[in-house]
């Protein structure tokens, strides 16, 4: 499984981005939950955001909550992060993961562990 994500730049406070992570190889994408993480300079990778196989669920960090929203088309096999009213502590660099099991709790959505497949990131910086 290869995840490429794209769509990261550089973007004043108050500005909107959407991230892409395209899915190639392995089983067809709608067998994989999909998350968003980002690690800033000097900080541990955190959770994002992340979504289900049909997307009937969702979780979100709380820091992003009522800003970003997941999505995915999985006829294009590829799963979305828009990133609106952003702010300079969202920037870092943004990677994509896919879940094997594309059933997720919020508690397992939230567990760098729990991903069998990562991207290779793409920078998103916000300036003031």
């Known amino acids: 499984v290869q995840l490429q994500a794209s769509g990261g730049g550089l973007v004043q406070a108050g500005g909107s981005l959407r991230l892409s992570c395209a899915k190639s190889?392995?089983?067809?994408?709608?067998?994989?939950?999909m998350g968003w993480f980002r690690q800033a300079p000097g900080k541990e990778r955190e959770f994002v955001a992340a979504?289900?196989?049909?997307?009937?669920?969702?979780y979100y960090a709380d820091s992003v909550k009522g800003r970003f929203t997941i999505s995915r088309d999985n006829a294009k096999n590829t799963a979305y992060l828009q990133m609106n009213y952003l702010k300079p502590e969202d920037t870092a660099v943004y990677y994509c993961a896919a879940d094997n099991y594309g059933v997720i709790t919020r508690s397992s959505a939230m567990n760098i562990n729990e991903y069998d497949y990562w991207g290779q990131g793409t920078q998103v910086t916000v300036s003031s």
């Open positions: 190889g392995g089983r067809t994408f709608n067998n994989y939950a």
């Open positions: 979504i289900s196989w049909n997307g009937d669920s969702t």
